[in-house]
């Protein structure tokens, strides 16, 4: 049990390490002979982005996770056992993120040099300001919400925070940005709630380990399951409608190799593939397998592939836009 334990606790390790490495060292491999000029501290921004999209994502799947573990037969009498929330620490993580996103907004998009370079007041006077701003103020709340007696009031500030992403995405000088905004609102609200969802089944899979838990496990995961294929074909859906906007049709395959933006697009599919492949397998697994828990081992895999999934989207709001508007 114990060099179980060490190994889960390694590979764990790995992973967030490989994780941080794809938003901090991702842009100057992303740019390299595209001829786009890098934005400074890309790295670090690409990083802080991810962390504020991860931190998004546990406090969401958590509350859509046990929302459904409540609708399973025979848990109509009592709430059922869930794990130990994160979402306080998520809150927590996502509050300096977004701080720290912030203070980058309120320099000019610049990584300040000291705290002299900082106009505070000027985040109240621009757009990208207040939406920092309202993201910082979203976490802290959803931070208090998480500790409190009701939990389930973060959805308020989670989709404060979805909201003003989806709008910090699409500036007004884009064409039709609300349309953006729109795809980006509904990819982000099905991202997190399949990458963070699956992360809370699992965990409570484990705390429903043994007989008796067997088959609400099983019904726990399948019902997962049947969500998140809705899930994906709408995340694959405004996905593709997001990339043809930036990158007309007669354009993509020249842009996908030949910018920045299109290699982390193209490495970002190339992520969600190897995802759908897994979480195909899982759902065969769960329907076909003596023991549907048996489902569990390419699920924990799939988990692993969307945290770098969510990096590459980190990464992917630090780099230059293909197009011109």
């Not at 890309?42 to 409540?70: M, Y």
């Not at 977004?98 to 007041?121: E, F, M, Y």
């Not at 809370?200 to 067997?214: D, E, F, K, V, Y």
């Not at 899982?282 to 592939?305: I, S």
Request: proline share 6%.
């Amino acid at each position: 049990m114990r060099r179980a334990g060490a190994g889960r606790a390694v590979a764990v390790l790995v992973l967030v390490t490989l994780a941080a490495l794809i938003p901090l060292l991702g842009p100057s491999a992303a740019l390299h002979g595209t001829g786009e000029a890098e934005v400074p501290g890309a790295g670090g921004i690409a990083l802080l982005r991810t962390v504020l999209f991860a931190a998004l994502c546990i406090p969401v799947g958590e509350l859509f996770v046990n929302r459904l573990a409540r609708s399973l037969p025979g848990t109509e009498a009592g709430h059922p056992a869930v794990p130990r929330s994160w979402s306080p620490f998520a809150a927590a993580a996502g509050f300096v993120a977004a701080l720290g996103l912030a203070t980058v907004v309120a320099t000019g998009n610049l990584v300040p040099g000291d705290g002299a370079d900082i106009d505070v007041g000027g985040l109240y006077t621009s757009r990208d300001g207040k939406l920092a701003l309202l993201e910082v103020n979203a976490f802290l709340v959803a931070g208090l919400c998480a500790v409190s007696r009701r939990p389930v009031t973060q959805v308020g500030p989670l989709a404060a925070v979805v909201v003003a992403e989806a709008l910090r995405a699409h500036p007004t000088t884009e064409y039709s940005p609300l349309t953006g905004a729109g795809l980006t609102l509904v990819h982000l609200t099905c991202a997190a709630l399949w990458a963070g969802g699956l992360l809370h089944a699992l965990r409570t899979l484990r705390l429903w380990s043994g007989p008796n838990g067997t088959a609400a496990g099983a019904a726990l995961l399948g019902l997962y399951a049947r969500v998140a294929v809705v899930l994906l074909a709408a995340i694959t859906a405004t996905g593709v409608c997001s990339s043809l906007r930036r990158m007309p049709p007669e354009t993509v395959l020249e842009q996908l190799t030949g910018t920045a933006y299109g290699r982390a697009l193209l490495a970002k599919v190339l992520l969600v593939v190897v995802v759908a492949g897994l979480a195909v397998w899982a759902r065969r697994r769960l329907r076909r397998a003596a023991d549907p828990l048996t489902a569990c081992a390419p699920a924990r895999a799939e988990v692993a592939a969307l945290g770098l999934a969510v990096a590459a989207s980190g990464l992917l709001t630090a780099l230059p836009v293909p197009i011109r508007w």
